[in-house]
């Protein structure tokens, strides 16, 4: 047998700097594009085709406004350059569009991947991921993360490389026809630019960062209160949840007023930079002009490539501030993906094979945090077709072990069996198929009744469906609803009572039909007449299959095979409803306690009937 240990907790995510970041965003990025390399390809040459008929446009109409100068006395324009001219603006829109619908399939594709692949993920994660993590938040990072895929792709490839290829051609263009003047006036104003905005946006970006911290705390505390509606009505908190919310608004609003100042600062930058750049580069050209070393025409020329140039350019600044934005919310995304499963299938695990589903705890030691163990020593096995129960007080582990059972989280120490197989060797998902639950806490999808109930095995028909309900004892309720098995359930199920969730949770259970059933409080909304009737039918649908069930009203599980009495962690006791009795021990004292309970209760409603 191989030997297993206690998984892991997931590693902390290592801290990155802000440039380490942003490379680990477009590697993690690229895969996905890459996996459409002739799309891309073939988007990158319309766009390189694109602008090499933008730079043409300048030097087309430099060579029209010369055939109209005196000194060379053309009296019209040769038809061949109007043509040239007509034909690459037309070429230019046309590749640029080409490279739009070839690249369309690519960012779309790569966003649904991307976000199919973090819910996916998400799913895989451990048990203690999702009690720690906080909805809203975790919803507005892949919201975010995801929009900003589609901006960083479409910036990259519709802006930023279309300006470098233009750069880079009217470079060439400036440099080989006329003097070094003008390639050093561009040159240096464009680096300059591009040095003054990565400085200035590196700068502020982590305005950005903090504004997405806040937005998702803010985000957060909003749907957490609105889930909690009934609880803020009951303790009249309104004002409370009001107050805690504009918190954190009003730190995200000191956020977004550093990052709009710190924006105007850039602005400010730019805009005298390119004014300055485009006077001297004129200031030169004109002086050509005059002094008979450059034409008209090269005048409208440098011109041309100047408003060509720094009109993108200018436009740059902001798609760099905005690709930093878009990084900063990528990263997020990514982290998400980056976190670890703590509870992990082995290599090549095999499904869990079908067997009549004995179940063995040997040995069990299982804490949540290390500095506190739940179980201790924990060992029972539960015969194919019998049923056993675990009673004790709050907190003594009992949920603990159904969470066990379907590998919520490893154990410690010891195993947990299905006939014979070591959960942690074969796959989880299988596991998990052969175990329905009824847990105590019920939590319905805001969907229809039948919706809820078909989720325990997705296809079935509806007739099944109705099957289910009846042996759940809610087909008769559901009938004298207005719309039937269509009536929507609400948010988490709260248009139902307690009582009618469980009811849902019990016919969904009996649908995935599974060999193990695990009952946890299974009946602790229901009233005393409901319980008795659904007693009887879970005992009829768990008569030929292993039940673990886990309660705290001793008087629904009299009739197990065999009941544990666990007490802080440790099996105290152990046998049937009678022997337990008879021993006078830890179940003898919670029977009498219960029977005097229910003693009290019966004398007072009665009283309120005499009343």
Not at 111 to 138: C, E, K, N, P
Not at 386 to 395: F, I, N, Q
Not at 429 to 453: C, H, K, M
Not at 506 to 527: G, H, M, N, Y
Request: glycine share 8%; net charge neutral.
């Amino acid at each position: 047998m191989p030997e297993h240990r206690h998984a892991a907790p997931p590693p902390s995510a290592v801290p990155r700097t802000p440039g380490a970041s942003d490379w680990h965003a477009i590697r993690s990025l690229l895969p996905y594009l890459w996996r459409y390399k002739a799309r891309v390809i073939a988007a990158v040459a319309c766009l390189v085709a694109a602008k090499v008929g933008n730079v043409g446009v300048p030097v087309v109409m430099k060579h029209i406004v010369d055939s109209l100068d005196r000194s060379v006395a053309m009296l019209v324009v040769p038809l061949a350059l109007l043509v040239a001219y007509g034909a690459l603006r037309l070429a230019t829109s046309v590749f640029t569009e080409l490279r739009e619908i070839l690249f369309v399939r690519v960012t779309q594709r790569a966003v649904r991947t991307i976000a199919l692949t973090v819910f996916r993920h998400l799913h895989a994660l451990s048990l203690r991921f999702h009690l720690d993590r906080q909805t809203g938040g975790l919803t507005r990072d892949v919201e975010r993360g995801t929009r900003g895929i589609s901006t960083l792709i479409g910036f990259t490839l519709f802006s930023i490389l279309p300006t470098l290829v233009e750069v880079s051609l009217v470079g060439v263009i400036l440099a080989t026809r006329y003097d070094w003047t003008f390639i050093a006036i561009t040159g240096g104003a464009l680096a300059l630019y591009i040095v003054f905005t990565i400085a200035i946006t590196e700068w502020r970006t982590h305005f950005r960062r903090q504004m997405n911290e806040l937005d998702s705390r803010a985000n957060s505390r909003a749907i957490d209160s609105l889930l909690n509606y009934e609880t803020v009505k009951y303790f009249g908190n309104e004002a409370f949840e009001a107050r805690r919310y504009d918190e954190s608004l009003e730190r995200w609003e000191d956020a977004a007023v550093k990052s709009q100042t710190s924006l105007s600062v850039l602005n400010i930058g730019q805009s005298a930079i390119i004014a300055i750049a485009v006077s001297l580069v004129m200031w030169r050209a004109t002086a050509g002009v005059v002094g008979g070393t450059m034409t008209v025409g090269d005048l409208v020329l440098v011109n041309a490539f100047m408003i060509q140039l720094y009109i993108p350019l200018n436009f740059l600044g902001v798609i760099y501030r905005e690709m930093k934005q878009a990084l900063a919310d990528m990263e997020r995304l990514f982290a998400l993906i980056d976190v670890n499963a703590e509870v992990r299938d082995p290599p090549g695990a095999p499904p869990l094979a079908e067997g009549p589903g004995a179940v063995r705890f040997e040995h069990v030691d299982f804490g949540y945090d290390a500095k506190r163990q739940i179980l201790f020593d924990v060992s029972f096995g539960i015969a194919p077709g019998r049923t056993l129960a675990v009673v004790g007080p709050s907190g003594s582990g009992k949920s603990t072990l159904a969470r066990l059972l379907f590998r919520f989280y490893d154990v410690g120490a010891g195993r947990i069996t299905i006939d014979g197989q070591d959960l942690r060797d074969v796959t989880q998902a299988s596991v998990r198929a052969a175990i329905g639950i009824v847990p105590q806490d019920t939590v319905l999808f805001n969907d229809s009744i039948e919706y809820n109930i078909a989720y325990g095995r997705p296809g079935a028909t509806h007739d099944e469906i109705v099957a289910a309900a009846r042996l759940a004892q809610i087909h008769d309720f559901i009938v004298t609803l207005p719309d039937g098995y269509a009536t929507p359930v609400g948010e988490r199920g709260l248009k139902l009572s307690g009582g009618e969730k469980q009811r849902v949770a019990i016919a969904r259970a009996i649908l995935k039909r599974p060999a193990i059933l695990v009952f946890d409080e299974a009946t602790s909304a229901l009233d005393s007449r409901s319980e008795k009737l659904i007693q009887a039918e879970l005992a009829l649908i768990s008569r030929e299959r292993t039940t673990l069930t886990i309660a705290h009203r001793l008087s629904t599980i009299v009739d197990a095979d065999e009941i544990v009495v666990l007490d802080a962690g440790r099996i105290v006791e152990r046998g049937t409803h009678l022997s337990l009795l008879a021993a006078g021990g830890a179940y003898a004292r919670m029977w009498r306690l219960q029977e005097s309970e229910d003693r009290d209760a019966r004398r007072a409603q009665g009283a309120l009937a005499a009343d």
